[in-house]
């Protein structure tokens, strides 16, 4: 359903840059290369699950550049991965927009720890003022 509309784009400005889901995107590369149509020229700015290699070989594959993104509804982005990276889904943070902090924290109920990030909001534009805990175990 989408093609149509990536090549319309692609027919009008030259480019196409798409957010998706990261498995969304992998289902618009596979459909791509089903019906031997290229994305090159497309960029998707993935993001909501992490970027596997596979995943990102998949997209590449057909013909796609991906850009991992990290945002939240509350906060808007909080960064890019650079462009020129190939592998991984680091992200440069937007210290412009957010400050991050970090600590462990004890899990309830558990003698596990894990580390939480801290986020608030430094754009005096931004809709909220944030100050909430997100866990990020690893």
């Known amino acids: 359903k989408l093609l149509p ?8 400005y030259g480019k196409c840059i798409i957010g998706a889901y990261v498995s969304a995107a992998v289902r618009i590369a596979r459909e791509a ?3 031997n149509f290229s994305l090159k020229n497309v960029y998707f700015f993935v993001s909501g699950e992490p ?5 990102r070989d998949e997209m590449e594959s057909a013909g796609a550049r991906v850009i991992p993104v990290y945002y939240f509804t509350e906060g ?3 960064g890019f991965q650079c462009p020129n990276i ?8 937007f210290s412009d ?16 720890k894990v580390n939480a990030f801290l986020f608030t909001t430094l754009n005096p534009f ?9 866990l990020i175990p690893w």
Do not use: F, M, Q, V
Request: hydrophobic fraction near 35%; aromatic fraction near 2%; charged fraction near 35%.
């Open 5 to 12: 509309i990536i090549k319309r784009c692609l027919a009008r």
């Open 33 to 35: 290369k089903k019906n």
């Open 51 to 55: 970027t596997t290699e596979a995943k």
């Open 76 to 78: 808007g982005r909080i």
């Open 86 to 93: 190939k592998e991984g889904d680091d992200i440069h943070h």
């Open 97 to 112: 927009i957010t400050a991050i902090i970090s600590y462990e924290r004890e899990i309830e109920h558990s003698d596990s």
């Open 126 to 134: 931004a809709p909220k003022l944030i100050l909430a805990p997100c």
